[in-house]
C-alpha cells in the first residue's frame, strides 16, 4: 500500500494488545497510519465502547484535499473529527470502515483518551465531564453543572409570529 500522505511504501506492524494481535500498515517515512475496520479500537488507550463508532459523523466545512480510500476503488474518505469536542481530523471510508491517520495523530488520539480517563478530586470539571458538557451544546442543549450532576435540557428557541 502507498501512503496516503507522502506516496512511500507502507509497511504492516504487528501490535500485541489487549485484544490480540493486530496488524495495521504504517508510513516510516511521514508516521501515517491506515487501520481497518477495528484495529484502531484495538490499539488505542481504551476507555469504554468504540472510538471508531463515535469518529464517523462527515466534518462540514473542511477545506483539506480529500483522499482516496486505499482499499476500495474509486471511494472517497470523508473527513471525520475524532469524538465530537476533539480538533483531530481523520479520513474515514463509508465503505469498508478504515481510518488514514496522518503523523502524530494517533498519538493525539491517545493522549486525548488518557486525559478523558484521569479523574480530578478536587471539583474540578473532569476532562469526560467537560467532553459530556461540550457535546450537549453542540447538541443545541443548554447545559450546567451542580456537584457532581451534569443537567441539560433542549433550547427552544421563541416563537416568531
Same mark, same amino acid.
Given at each position: 500500500?502507498?501512503?496516503?500522505?507522502?506516496?512511500?511504501?507502507?509497511?504492516?506492524?504487528?501490535?500485541?494488545?489487549?485484544?490480540?494481535?493486530?496488524?495495521? @500498515?504504517? &508510513?516510516?517515512? !511521514?508516521? %501515517?497510519? =491506515?487501520? +481497518?475496520? *477495528? $484495529?484502531?479500537?484495538?490499539?488505542?488507550?481504551? #476507555?469504554?465502547?468504540?472510538?471508531?463508532?463515535?469518529?464517523?459523523?462527515?466534518?462540514?466545512?473542511?477545506?483539506?484535499?480529500?483522499?482516496?480510500?486505499?482499499?476500495?476503488?474509486?471511494?472517497?474518505?470523508?473527513?471525520?473529527?475524532?469524538?465530537?469536542?476533539?480538533?483531530?481530523?481523520? @479520513?474515514? &471510508?463509508?465503505? !469498508?470502515? %478504515?481510518? =488514514?491517520? +496522518?503523523? *502524530? $495523530?494517533?498519538?493525539?488520539?491517545?493522549?486525548? #483518551?488518557?486525559?478523558?480517563?484521569?479523574?480530578?478530586?478536587?471539583?474540578?470539571?473532569?476532562?469526560?465531564?467537560?467532553?459530556?458538557?461540550?457535546?450537549?451544546?453542540?447538541?443545541?442543549?443548554?447545559?450546567?453543572?451542580?456537584?457532581?450532576?451534569?443537567?441539560?435540557?433542549?433550547?427552544?428557541?421563541?416563537?416568531?409570529?
Amino acid at each position: 500500500m502507498k501512503c496516503l500522505s507522502c506516496g512511500q511504501n507502507m509497511v504492516t506492524k504487528l501490535a500485541r494488545t489487549p485484544r490480540g494481535p493486530v496488524c495495521y @500498515d504504517v &508510513c516510516q517515512s !511521514c508516521c %501515517g497510519i =491506515w487501520f +481497518d475496520a *477495528g $484495529e484502531m479500537d484495538a490499539t488505542v488507550f481504551q #476507555l469504554y465502547g468504540s472510538v471508531e463508532r463515535s469518529s464517523t459523523d462527515k466534518a462540514e466545512g473542511v477545506s483539506e484535499a480529500r483522499r482516496d480510500c486505499p482499499r476500495c476503488p474509486n471511494q472517497v474518505l470523508d473527513k471525520v473529527f475524532f469524538l465530537a469536542y476533539s480538533d483531530i481530523l481523520l @479520513d474515514y &471510508c463509508r465503505t !469498508c470502515h %478504515g481510518f =488514514w491517520l +496522518d503523523g *502524530g $495523530e494517533y498519538k493525539r488520539i491517545n493522549q486525548d #483518551l488518557r486525559e478523558l480517563k484521569n479523574t480530578d478530586n478536587r471539583g474540578e470539571i473532569e476532562p469526560l465531564e467537560r467532553w459530556i458538557l461540550a457535546f450537549m451544546k453542540s447538541l443545541g442543549y443548554s447545559v450546567g453543572r451542580c456537584g457532581s450532576l451534569i443537567y441539560g435540557y433542549p433550547v427552544i428557541p421563541p416563537y416568531s409570529w
